[in-house]
């Protein structure tokens, strides 16, 4: 059976090593390597860190980074979703975007934004079953690995702000 909990420090070890997996995979960051726990805690959000359990194990989690420190944005944020590779096709992205929506909606969070990869097709279809809509693409905006990649732009407005 699957849990959704505040993700804890506890946490930490399982939550890189999942991150890790989709780094491996070259379609879900620009990034390398994950970052130490002091970077990736002042890059996320305190608030709606979330966690997957099944069988007393994380399968994924979920967290938001702001997208400005502007006050006019603070209630915007990007998603990063990930779930581990032995528990893709178990619907645990799922239980987090809508514990993370729920979540959101209720502290007054009126946008929700993911930029992904064209290449990642199960993410972006995860993403639009959960109401986010495709609003722009970023063509070559990053190169990675000698390639230039392309980012889609996804966002998911706030049913409860009456702003969608």
Excluded at 13 to 32: H, K
Excluded at 137 to 148: H, I
């Amino acid at each position: 059976m699957m849990q959704i909990r505040p993700m804890t420090a506890r946490d930490w070890e399982s939550v890189m090593r999942i991150y890790q997996e989709g780094i491996a995979t070259g379609n879900a960051t620009f990034e390398t390597s994950a970052p130490n726990g002091p970077a990736w805690n002042k890059a996320h959000m305190e608030k709606h860190r979330f966690v997957a359990e099944i069988d007393g194990k994380v399968a994924g989690w979920v967290a938001l980074t702001p997208v400005s420190s502007r006050c006019v944005y603070a209630g915007v944020a990007e998603v990063s979703v990930y779930v581990g590779t032995a528990y893709q096709g178990r619907k645990v992205g799922s239980a987090l975007l809508v514990k993370l929506i729920s979540d959101t909606e209720a502290e007054n969070i009126w946008t929700l934004q993911a930029g992904i990869f064209p290449e990642n097709v199960a993410s972006v279809a995860l993403h639009e079953k959960h109401g986010f809509r495709q609003i722009g693409y970023r063509e070559k905006v990053g190169k990675m690995n000698g390639m230039w990649r392309d980012v889609l732009l996804l966002e998911r407005r706030s049913k409860v702000t009456g702003i969608n």
